[in-house]
């Protein structure tokens, strides 16, 4: 089975602009988390989805958004761009109890300039 | 609330040698799962072994186990046998149920192998 894939893997973009990053899960799995993953804050919890709904949300600004596609696929879409946003930005999947596993992809490293 | 603590930032460990990374976790979830996982430098989150609340033996995974201790709500890793590549971040996580699903990360250990 395929693991989870991202993509971009890096990214670098300026104060202001907007971007998208995509997840692909493994196959089966409904469930897409993303996370921010920054030196300072450590691992944070943006949001997740599921069969596409937003299941969970974390403490992110409205400029944090996501969505989920039917064949479980999930962007994540930062907009207005600032200095602090600049961090790995980890996507997991999961199947839906509670207890599974989930499994992470490699990460985009975005940098903000 | 949930929460996971992980009170090493930092562990130094022998080659060969044997080391136990910390985890404490607090829910009133009755059913709930306990992970942990490896962020090499490259960044990637790599799962290492899972325990449930209603599992009776402590997980093992090869060289990893988990020690698990329910009524003191602490879970372990003791890795066996260190070798360089161990060298990583270490995450301890849990995801509770009660509908929630979230997981929940602690902070951290940062494990070195010396040779």
């Known amino acids: 089975k395929a693991g989870v894939t991202q993509t971009p893997r890096y990214l670098i973009k300026t104060r202001g602009q907007q971007v998208t990053l995509s997840c692909s899960p493994i196959s089966g799995h409904r469930s897409v988390s993303w996370y921010q993953q920054t030196p300072g804050q450590g691992l944070q919890f943006l949001f997740e989805y599921f069969s596409e709904t937003q299941r969970n949300k974390g403490n992110f600004p409205g400029r944090f958004s996501g969505r989920q596609f039917s064949n479980s696929r999930s962007e994540m879409n930062v907009s207005t761009l600032e200095l602090g946003d600049s961090a790995l930005y980890l996507c997991a999947s999961s199947q839906d109890r509670a207890t599974d596993t989930q499994y992470f992809g490699p990460g985009t490293r975005l940098t903000v300039l | 609330a949930q929460k996971i603590t992980q009170t090493q930032p930092g562990m130094f460990v022998q080659e060969k040698e044997a080391v136990t990374l910390d985890c404490t976790y607090d829910?009133?979830?009755?059913?709930?799962?306990l992970f942990w996982y490896k962020q090499p430098s490259s960044g990637e989150m790599i799962f290492l072994i899972y325990q449930g609340s209603y599992d009776q033996q402590n997980a093992t995974e090869g060289r990893y186990s988990l020690n698990f201790q329910k009524a003191r709500k602490s879970a372990n890793l003791v890795i066996s046998a260190s070798q360089l590549g161990d060298s990583a971040m270490y995450f301890c996580a849990m995801r509770g149920g009660s509908g929630t699903y979230k997981y929940i990360f602690g902070t951290g250990t940062r494990l070195k192998v010396l040779a």
């Open positions: 829910t009133s979830d009755p059913s709930y799962g």
